[in-house]
């Protein structure tokens, strides 16, 4: 390999690292390995939230965007995501909220030695990867899914890739 192929190459990998330390959760960017789906963090924008963290899912092809939010519940408290598609505003019913979730269920962050842990504080070094455990078969049976929406699998493992400016 020639000199100026071997710096580029050593200046990605020595780039790759530092991206997560450099980028905050809040504009974290992620994909899934088929690079159908991208996960953006967003910030949440009022520190009297009850949500820790904001993101889109964009399902790349047809260029469907799914809402989700994070947030502690349960017993013991664990950051607990829902992923929603088309919910309405304002006052809505239970019944409707449950329409147009695509996905409900606890949400990991990996470091890249593989330890599992909770989604970091969006003003936290962004996380290698973010797990929403089965939000494939979820989005496969939700309002989401189908002719002229999702149609292409998800994985339920989202890898860094970038930082929104």
Known sequence: MSAPLLAVALGIVVASPAL??????????YGDRDGAY????????????????????AILKPGLLLDGVVMPAGEPERATGIVM???????????????????QG??????????????????????????????GPALRASSAWGKGKAEADSWDAFTLKGCAA
């Open 38 to 57: 991208e996960l953006r963090f967003e910030p949440v924008g009022s520190e009297s939230a009850v949500t820790s963290n904001h993101f889109k899912i």
């Open 106 to 135: 606890s949400v990991y962050s990996v470091d890249k030695t593989g330890t599992i842990d909770a989604i970091p504080a969006e003003t936290a070094p962004a996380a290698h990867q973010i797990l929403l455990p089965d939000f």
């Open 85 to 103: 598609h088309n919910c309405p505003t304002g006052d809505v019913t239970g019944e409707e909220l449950r329409k147009c979730t695509v996905w």
């Open 20 to 29: 997560g330390q450099e980028c905050s959760q809040a504009r974290a960017i």
